[in-house]
């Protein structure tokens, strides 16, 4: 199923995707959340929709709507770093030996037509696509990674934005250029996992104004989705509900000769083999 949210920022209604240009209204269930998922909603969803349908529920077109991020604010969200070879290369970093792991503030979480706004005193804020991982079932102490992959609700787009001289030139983690407002755009809709049989082989791309930025493949990761979920399990308990961002392919514009970054009025267009695509607009600082 493909689980989508509907409805002005912090309204959102859940729904499920009917077809490309139709939803139906779910909102009975509660929100997609913690509490949703724990409760083995994501398990009943499909009977409650064809049940809803055959009570006389309309499926509305989707036109018109704002869409949110498919998953209501998350516990947590983890992101793994220099996750793609090729990546690392044009970074200049060598490839780790085990997962880099930082945060990114929950309220970074934003719908994928939602616009990118610059943060104040920003002069490098970066784009990267990634595939997106939403935790189904409370994790801990995994036994390995195909028991990681049980744990796993579903798959998204991510746009994991960056704000590089935070990140890298003001000291500390990572975090700091990583949590500034609108900086996860999300979705459009969570493709359950039963939907995506091979979530390391799915071409992904990225362009800025139109001109190809990324195109690259999940198969290219060097931590497969399942050993990542396995993995954090070891060092943190991972709840349902929380999003993982898995890394990026090469063509950020930190990596580019001369780097390029986004500038108030660029248009970032992304997409992921089957789980949708996104489209923002950058705005100017508060």
């Known amino acids: 199923m493909k689980l989508i949210r509907i409805g002005d920022p912090g309204h959102e209604k859940p729904a499920v995707l009917i077809d490309e240009d139709h939803f139906l209204d779910v909102s009975v269930t509660g929100d997609f959340n913690e509490e949703f998922l724990a409760s083995g909603g994501l398990t009943e969803l499909p009977a409650l929709s064809r049940k809803l349908l055959s009570e006389g529920a309309t499926p509305q077109p989707l036109a018109g709507h704002r869409v949110g991020a498919p998953i209501a604010r998350p516990h947590q969200i983890v992101c793994i770093g220099l996750n793609y070879a090729d990546h690392a290369a044009e ?19 934003i719908g994928p037509q939602d616009s990118i706004r610059l943060p104040r005193n920003s002069v490098k804020t ?66 359950t996992a039963d939907e ?17 930025m990324q195109n ?22 991972l709840e349902p509900g929380d999003v993982i961002n898995t890394g990026t392919p090469p063509g950020v514009g930190m990596g580019l000769k001369p780097p390029r970054y986004l500038a108030e009025g660029d248009v970032v267009e992304l997409t992921i ?3 949708g695509a996104q489209r923002q607009t950058v705005v100017g600082p508060r």
């Open 91 to 109: 970074t200049g970093a060598e490839i780790p030996p085990e997962p880099i792991i930082f945060t990114k503030s929950p309220n970074t979480l």
């Open 126 to 191: 970066d784009w990267e696509v990634e595939l997106g991982i939403v935790v189904g079932t409370r994790a801990q102490y995994l036994a390995d990674e195909n028991e990681g992959l049980l744990h796993i609700a579903g798959y998204m787009v991510c746009n994991d934005v960056s704000e590089r001289e935070f990140q890298l030139e003001r000291q500390g983690q990572w975090s700091k250029g990583k949590s500034c407002e609108t900086f996860n755009p999300a979705g459009p809709w969570l493709v």
């Open 196 to 212: 995506v049989p091979d979530p390391a082989n799915l071409t992904m791309s990225l362009s800025v104004n139109g001109v190809t």
């Open 216 to 237: 690259s493949t999940t198969a290219q990761m060097v931590f497969k989705p399942g050993f990542l979920v396995y993995y954090l399990s070891q060092f943190m308990v």
């Open 273 to 275: 083999e089957g789980l």
